[in-house]
């Protein structure tokens, strides 16, 4: 990377953030890859001149990879397996309801976005964004890229991202993968603040070859609340209201809900052999790459 004159090169974060981030890549737990070139290893079998083992034959099996020469001596037929690498498809989707706009949150949702999507492109892998906040609506696509050449459009992508809407997470994930096509990560940016459930697109995104990351972004408002008195609250998607008399009771109940919800997420994302993480926009970016998204495995350094 290089900023004409030490100029910053995007808005979303510093210089100096932005270079730690090049030197971080992604670490999914299974290597769901397609069969074009990058950098992840793949257990399939491929192409390349690194042999990696043989295999029993299988009907359907290319007969090019047998090999003749065992044949002829044990009378089996063997598969030679080549060690070859795979490209992975990155999907980032970005939740622009309206309710991600309330305390950064959005902010916070492009900047990871970026950050994931930096990771991806600098690895070789194809990197896709969606952003979707209304219902009806044709979602903001990034198409799947790759390179460095790309990293200027990702972040001016998501820098010019719009929030604003009613859609609920639940459906703006099955939307995307009407046009998503590719094996490899989902990761899923929102406050997950949906009365829908999850368990049919989370299902659709396992089915689909993507493995399911959720970060859930709150903020801090949202993670410790401070309210007392009569409060009457106000939906910021659909306008209902709920009128409160006791703020400590109702605190300690959201509180209870607000844990149960995270548990519940944790294991949808795991059940499907993915990964969930609760974050506050009181962690500042550098904070979530190196104290959370590192130390829990999600990136390497």
Not at 126 to 144: L, T
Not at 189 to 210: A, C, H, I, K, V
Request: proline share 3%; aromatic share 8%; with cysteine.
């Amino acid at each position: 990377m290089s900023t004409a004159g030490g100029s910053q090169y995007t808005e979303l974060f510093d210089n100096a953030t932005l270079k730690q981030i090049e030197r971080m890549r992604l670490r999914p737990l299974r290597r769901l890859t397609n069969r074009a070139r990058g950098e992840h290893l793949s257990g399939k079998g491929g192409s390349s001149t690194d042999f990696a083992d043989y295999r029993d034959y299988a009907v359907g099996d290319d007969l090019r990879y047998v090999d003749w020469n065992i044949f002829a001596r044990l009378q089996r037929p063997f598969i030679k397996q080549f060690q070859h690498e795979e490209e992975m498809h990155v999907v980032l989707l970005v939740d622009g309801s309206t309710s991600m706009l309330s305390g950064d949150k959005f902010l916070r949702a492009r900047q990871a976005a970026a950050a994931f999507g930096v990771m991806g492109l600098l690895n070789l892998e194809r990197v896709s964004v969606y952003g979707i906040h209304s219902a009806g609506e044709q979602p903001a696509v990034f198409p799947p890229s790759t390179g460095r050449t790309k990293m200027r459009l990702l972040l001016s992508f998501l820098e010019r991202m719009e929030g604003g809407g009613s859609i609920p997470l639940e459906q703006s994930i099955e939307l995307m993968l009407r046009f998503h096509r590719g094996r490899g990560i989902a990761v899923l940016l929102s406050d997950f603040l949906t009365l829908g459930d999850l368990s049919r697109p989370l299902n659709m995104l396992y089915s689909s070859g993507l493995e399911p990351w959720g970060l859930q972004i709150l903020s801090e408002a949202e993670v410790a609340p401070d309210v007392e008195g009569d409060l009457r609250f106000v939906d910021s998607e659909t306008g209902t209201t709920l009128d409160i008399t006791n703020a400590a009771e109702l605190l300690s109940v959201y509180q209870q809900q607000r844990r149960q919800l995270e548990r519940y997420l944790d294991a949808q994302c795991r059940r499907r052999q993915g990964r969930f993480l609760s974050v506050s926009t009181g962690v500042d970016l550098e904070q979530l790459l190196k104290d959370r998204l590192c130390r829990q495995g999600w990136v390497l350094r």
